[in-house]
């Protein structure tokens, strides 16, 4: 408290009023919010880690995913499942589908690199 009634005598030719003090108080805390916030975004772009247990191979996988389909494009060698990212890269008029992977597989496709999950 004897901070405070140095900081009031330092101030008494401005300080005229109790509210001056407590709108000088919130400035402060306001400034100090902004920063701290500010200072929180620099580490906002920090790649996470995502550990997955390995349950099994891809194949045992894949098993248990047998009734989703398979896309490929005509002119391609990689096969996508619905939930690859590149599946939506496919153009329209090349795109085939397979009733399951094995089936791509089949026809020589080979799962693409960028199938999340697997």
């Known amino acids: 408290m004897e901070i ?3 900081f009031k005598e330092k101030i008494k030719g401005v300080y005229t009023d109790e509210r001056f003090l407590y709108i000088l108080i919130i400035i402060a805390v306001a400034i100090g919010s902004f920063y ?4 929180s975004l620099k580490h906002q772009n920090t790649q996470s880690v995502s550990i997955y247990k390995n349950t099994g191979s891809v194949a045992n996988i894949m098993d248990n995913l047998s009734d989703t389909k398979a896309y490929a494009s005509k002119i391609g060698s ?3 499942m619905a939930w690859c990212p590149g599946k939506d890269g496919l153009s ?3 795109l085939i589908s397979f009733q ?5 597989e089949r026809a020589g496709y080979k799962l693409a690199d960028d199938c999340p999950h697997l």
């Open 78 to 80: 990689r096969y996508y």
């Open 4 to 6: 405070l009634a140095v």
């Open 92 to 94: 329209p008029k090349n």
């Open 100 to 104: 399951t992977w094995q089936d791509a």
């Open 36 to 39: 701290t916030g500010r200072m």
